[in-house]
Nanobody
Framework: QVQLVESGGGLVQAGGSLRLSCAASARTFGMGWFRETPGKEREFVAGIMWSSNTDYADSVKGRFTISRDNAKNTVYLQMNSLKPEDTAVYYC??????????????WGQGTQVTVSS
């Protein structure tokens, strides 16, 4: 099984930036990020495939960038121009092959991102 360890969450002002990291215990063919707020279904944010192709939710496109370091089995989510609507618990996901949460076998522990107005 794969373990995913997240870091980088925190409290920031609107317009600020955060960089999330997720270190996997083994190589995966794809990794992604989802987010969740109370009462809402886990929502796709961004994904990066084994081919390095990327996909973004419309709500974050142009503001967030997903990348990975294959040598470290680590995926990153650079979040710029943060908005209060981005406030959520962010979960690293692996393997990632699509936008559906039920396509994911392993999840990180979650890291809280809070954006103040």
């Amino acid at each position: 099984q794969v373990q995913l360890v997240e870091s980088g969450g925190g409290l920031v002002q609107a317009g600020g930036s955060l960089r999330l990291s997720c270190a996997a215990s083994a190589r995966t063919f794809g990794m992604g990020w989802f987010r969740e707020t109370p009462g809402k279904e886990r929502e796709f944010v961004a994904g990066i495939m084994w081919s390095s192709n990327t996909d973004y939710a419309d709500s974050v496109k142009g503001r967030f960038t997903i990348s990975r370091d294959n040598a470290k089995n680590t995926v990153y989510l650079q979040m710029n121009s943060l908005k209060p609507e981005d406030t959520a618990v962010y979960y690293c996901a692996a393997p990632y092959s699509g936008r559906r949460p039920n396509s994911v076998n392993y999840w990180g522990q979650g890291t809280q991102v809070t954006v103040s107005s």
